[in-house]
């Protein structure tokens, strides 16, 4: 499926950002930057080489490494047993552990099979039309894109870290029926404060805006969450999708959390079919797993430090970690055709628009020895 067309005048967007203009950068060719992005599809580019999905290093996604829990992995086992039964509809089992995992009533969680299902339900419950969103946006919210809404990107700086600006997003919010705010940030190297995104949930209700709060990476960061500040507030949601944190996206599972009144009236407004019965199993495993968190961290400083000792001896680069534990790369001195180097290799990377800006989410032992050897290659390193 292509993304679809959208069309919005420079001027206009020069107008929302006039900031930019003042600090001598293009809006014009940062809003086409981001909205050029392709990021890589593992599928198609398997298809395309011929091979087996597990012949491909996948470096566009943030699904974790250290892979299912034990504990997931058992009860996917154990939910084999009722596949001749039908999903439960409610997810009863999956909300009581998600409720028990956030702190939050049963009533204020709606379960569904994707990110996108559920985001399409509060947009229409709340007749939003146009959305604001960072830019760069993360693999896991390409398909949001996709719907009938008017996406406006807010550009976030290379040159500052990918900081979100908290005051100048909560204005831009005006101008828009939605937006969505990742907290944390996939790129960026540090979390808003508490206090940012009090601001930015209040501007919300001056605005009448209604504010999705994705959460989906709070598990690398330990981020706290946000729950208990939007639960009172009827414009306002989180968001987030199990699938990345707890390393199963092949068992998509997805959650809003809302007041019960924005719950009750989403069911209302539009259906949302429920994740299947091996999903919503393995997903309430895993967030019974106290230790996974633990493993995850231990896991991601230990090969982190390994990516970080790789990147500082590849010349012509410069790098700089985030919130997540991941790696945003720049290529200094720019290659010929490094995309291209990569894909020989059965490596597909996130460029983030440019071709000379890198996501690098770390990855297993193995993956991330390959990603840096071809990354040596690519920019002439002498060989050792």
């Known amino acids: 499926m292509k993304k679809k067309s959208i069309d919005i005048q420079h001027s206009c967007w020069n107008s929302l950002f006039p900031w930019l203009t003042f600090f001598g950068v293009s809006c014009y060719n940062i809003y086409h930057l981001f909205m050029k992005r392709d990021i890589p599809d593992i599928h198609e580019f398997a298809a395309s080489k011929k091979t087996s999905l597990s012949r491909v290093m996948d470096f566009t996604s943030t699904v974790n490494p250290v892979g299912p829990s034990a504990k997931a992995r058992n009860a996917i086992r154990k939910s084999l047993k009722i596949l001749s039964s039908r999903p439960d509809p409610e997810a009863r089992y999956l909300v009581r552990a998600i409720a028990r995992a956030e702190g939050v009533p049963e009533d204020s969680i709606l379960v569904g099979e994707s990110l996108e299902t559920l985001v399409a339900a509060v947009l229409h419950a709340f007749s939003a039309r146009t959305v604001l969103i960072e830019a760069p946006y993360p693999a896991y919210q390409r398909d949001l894109l996709e719907g009938p809404e008017e996406p406006r990107f807010f550009p976030l700086d290379g040159k500052d870290g990918f900081r979100l600006d908290a005051s100048r997003f909560a204005g831009e919010m005006q101008h828009c029926d939605a937006a969505i705010l ?8 540090g979390t808003l404060s508490r206090d940012a995104i009090q601001g930015i949930i209040s501007a919300a209700g ?31 949601v989180i968001m987030g999708s199990l699938g990345e944190f707890y390393g199963l996206a092949g068992l998509p599972v997805a959650y809003i959390i809302g007041t019960p009144a924005v719950i009750k009236d989403m069911k209302r407004r539009r259906a949302v079919a429920p994740p299947n019965t091996l999903a919503a199993a393995a997903a309430a495993a895993a967030l019974r797993d106290p230790a996974y968190q633990a493993r995850t961290k231990t896991f991601m400083e230990r090969e982190g430090s390994f990516v970080a000792e790789g990147l500082r001896v590849i010349p012509g680069i410069a790098f700089s970690t985030t919130a997540c534990g991941s790696f945003i790369i720049t290529l200094v001195d720019g290659p010929s055709k490094p995309l291209e180097t990569f894909r020989n290799y059965r490596i597909i990377v996130d460029d983030l628009g440019d071709a000379r800006t890198l996501f690098f989410p770390v990855k297993d032992h193995k993956w991330n020895a390959r990603y840096l050897k071809t990354l040596k290659n690519i920019m002439g390193a002498p060989k050792q």
């Open 182 to 189: 990742a907290s944390p940030s996939f790129l960026s190297a």
């Open 206 to 236: 001056e605005h009448n805006t209604l504010l999705i709060i994705d959460e989906t990476l709070k598990g690398y960061s330990g981020t706290p969450s946000l729950t208990a500040d939007i639960l009172q507030r009827e414009g306002c």
